[in-house]
């Protein structure tokens, strides 16, 4: 079943935007005072996860008309967990300040999946509704 967003285009730049600041949260400095803020079990987990189910979200809406349902949401997967890879592997090697952390590549993938889902399920919704 083909899915119809309006206003495309405003969503495939909130998704490129997105993804650069995912990709600027991941690369920049951090002062060790500042994630003394965020003092709750596996805040930098929750993190990871919640900007990946926005990425994955924003995805999946750019995809989903030109796809089947099952194409767009493999594609959309395999996209998330390679970008979340990446960023984890240039952490490691590219920044003093930050480690790549393989947890931290599961919290992504665990965040991809709950943004594919809600954003399916809530589409699905929508569309029955009209």
């Not at 083909?2 to 920049?28: C, D, G, N, P």
């Amino acid at each position: 079943m083909i899915r119809s967003y309006k206003h495309r285009e405003y969503l495939k730049a909130a998704q490129f935007v997105w993804a650069a600041f995912v990709f600027i949260i991941h690369v920049m400095p951090v002062d060790r005072d500042d994630i003394r803020r965020f003092d709750f079990p596996y805040a930098d987990k929750w993190i990871h996860g919640l900007l990946f189910c926005v990425l994955a979200s924003l995805s999946y809406m750019v995809t989903s008309k030109r796809r089947s349902v099952t194409i767009s949401l493999v594609l959309v997967f395999s996209a998330c967990i390679a970008y979340g890879g990446l960023l984890e592997l240039i952490q490691l090697v590219y920044t003093e300040e930050r480690s790549g952390d393989a947890l931290d590549w599961l919290a992504d993938a665990s965040g991809t999946i709950v943004g594919l889902i809600l954003t399916k399920v809530i589409s699905d919704r929508i569309i029955l509704r009209s």
